[in-house]
């Protein structure tokens, strides 16, 4: 049956442990398998691993075989945030593989829209290097994917309250990959900075909102409606992916941003109208970080709700709108030369 929203998500990525104590642990997944695994009205889509060749678009060959080495090895220690155990880079095949396969469904016309519960996350992964919790660059994989079978033009919309280091650098030069993000500022990766805006031909490609602790749902509206929107309606994409973190709920106990499940809604709503504005309503949204259990799963909820065709509008709760005011008009700025605000 074409249409509906599916599911991506598979037992195998709970096996990737981090290492006693790390936040990025196999509970996150768990919650997300036990409440949807048997929800009724969602497709589920099962993973597959990425190939080397789709790593490769993205990451230089010797990357993927240092990752791929850690096979079988009680712990490999990548930084002081990131090691693999024995099954993290099955893990992490999957998860990067199980979300093309999910665009792959989209792209089919299968399903219209859908979630890929992955671990571990990507959005940090460099080129050449695994950091913050990362291996392979999930996201960056699935647009690269997408690019290679012909969609012309792909958005990547970052909500974690973390900065994409690596998507942004893996698409920085690219006209045809739009990648925008909202984070906390300074913070973890120390990236992120309103003025990097892209380079050569991807000057304006790349959207940086740098957000002081604290915002919260009111800030995000006006990101969403002032600059974010304009910008990625302006750019009509072919096709909508969301880096969906929920370390931006205020209940995480990393960050340090004030967003509410209902802030979540607003934001999905707001990307899949864009999404069936431009892209026919292909969106899909990828888990990235997120540390509190009921954060995520709450949050995860809220977009499902979206994108299966919730349309009310949900209340704002936290946030003051005139704490935007620098942000927006510094962001507005220096994207100046590229888009209409
Ligand atoms: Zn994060």
């Known amino acids: 049956m074409a249409g509906g929203t599916g599911i991506m998500f598979d037992d195998r990525m709970l096996a990737h442990d981090p290492g006693p104590g790390h936040p990025e642990r196999s509970d996150r997944l768990r919650v997300l398998h036990d409440r949807w695994r048997d929800a009724s009205g969602l497709r589920r ?6 190939t080397f060749d789709e790593l490769a678009r993205v990451h230089d060959p010797g990357h993927v075989e240092r990752v791929a080495a850690t096979d079988g090895r009680p712990r490999v220690v990548f930084d002081a945030d990131t090691s693999a155990s ?8 999957l998860a990067a593989g ?11 016309g299968e399903v219209e829209n859908g979630f890929a519960f992955v671990r571990p996350p990507g959005h940090h992964a460099e080129h050449g290097r695994a950091m913050g919790f990362c291996f392979f660059n999930n996201v960056a994989v699935a647009a690269a994917a997408l690019r290679a079978a012909g969609i012309g033009r792909v958005a990547i919309v970052d909500w974690d309250l973390h900065h994409g280091n690596g998507t942004q650098h893996l698409f920085e030069d690219d006209p045809d990959v739009l990648y925008v993000s909202t ?3 300074p913070f973890y990766p120390g990236t992120g900075a309103a003025t990097d805006v892209g380079r050569g031909a991807g000057a304006g490609r790349t959207v940086n909102l740098p957000f002081p602790g604290g915002f ?13 929107l304009p910008i990625t309606r302006q750019f009509a994409p072919d096709f909508v992916l969301v880096s969906a973190g929920f370390d931006c709920d205020g209940r995480d106990p990393l960050g340090g941003l004030q967003v509410t499940p209902d802030g979540i809604t607003m934001m999905a709503q707001s990307l899949r109208r864009l999404a069936e504005e431009t892209a026919k309503g292909r969106l899909v949204a990828v888990l990235e970080g997120g540390y509190d259990l ?19 509008t949900p209340p704002l709760h936290t946030g003051e709108a005139r704490r935007a005011d620098a942000v927006i008009e510094r962001v507005r700025t220096v994207q100046a030369p590229y888009w209409t605000l």
């Open 45 to 50: 889509i099962g993973a597959r691993a990425a």
């Open 86 to 93: 024995a099954r993290s880079y099955e893990a992490a095949c």
């Open 98 to 108: 199980g979300l093309v396969e999910l665009c792959d469904a989209v792209r089919a």
């Open 183 to 185: 984070h906390q500022y």
């Open 216 to 228: 919260g749902d009111v800030e995000f509206a006006r990101a969403f409606d002032e600059i974010i």
């Open 294 to 312: 009921d954060a995520i799963n709450e949050g995860v909820a809220k977009v499902l709700e979206v994108l299966r065709g919730t349309d009310a």
